[in-house]
């Protein structure tokens, strides 16, 4: 769990995760996202709270990590690193992203739709670099 690849690859992620979750929501869909909010207001904070960002970020890079490693079964690369992050993807934006829709006012279905597009890029491509970590830092099978 605590391996040189696990850890190596946590960080490569939770880097993607912090700057491009930035890059994807932060600054190219923001004004999209803003024309398509439900009634909540006061819903996102105009400040992040860096520490929590920066902790979130590293923790789902390291579930990503550990549950890929298991996942792959020994077959990594970018490939099914890519595959493994839409799938988690399709888990959050669009499964979890419907529920949301349908039990707050926080976004129209406008929007729901397109975070799942790009939720799937986002964890699509943490998941590619995953991927691509553990291809480069493993030799033959690892073992539990």
């Known amino acids: 769990m605590f391996s040189k690849t696990n850890l190596l690859s946590t960080l490569a992620a939770a880097i993607w995760a912090y700057f491009g979750g930035y890059l994807l929501w932060g600054i190219l869909s923001v004004d999209f996202f803003n024309d398509h909010l439900g009634s909540a207001t006061g819903v996102m904070r105009d400040v992040p709270d860096m520490v929590h960002l920066i902790l979130g970020c590293i923790i789902v890079a ?11 079964n020994s077959n990594y690369g970018a490939g099914t690193g890519f595959t493994f992050g839409f799938w988690i993807a399709i888990l959050i934006g669009l499964g979890e992203g419907l529920v949301n829709f349908a ?13 799942v597009i ?3 890029i986002f964890y ?9 970590v ?3 830092t493993t030799s033959g099978p690892v073992t539990a």
Do not use: H
């Open 62 to 72: 390291f579930a990503i990590s550990t549950i890929y490693r298991k996942w792959a």
């Open 103 to 115: 039990t707050s006012n926080i976004s129209d279905i406008t929007a729901t739709l397109v975070n």
């Open 118 to 120: 790009i939720t799937i």
């Open 124 to 132: 699509g491509i943490m998941g590619l670099i995953v991927g691509l």
């Open 134 to 136: 553990y291809s480069k």
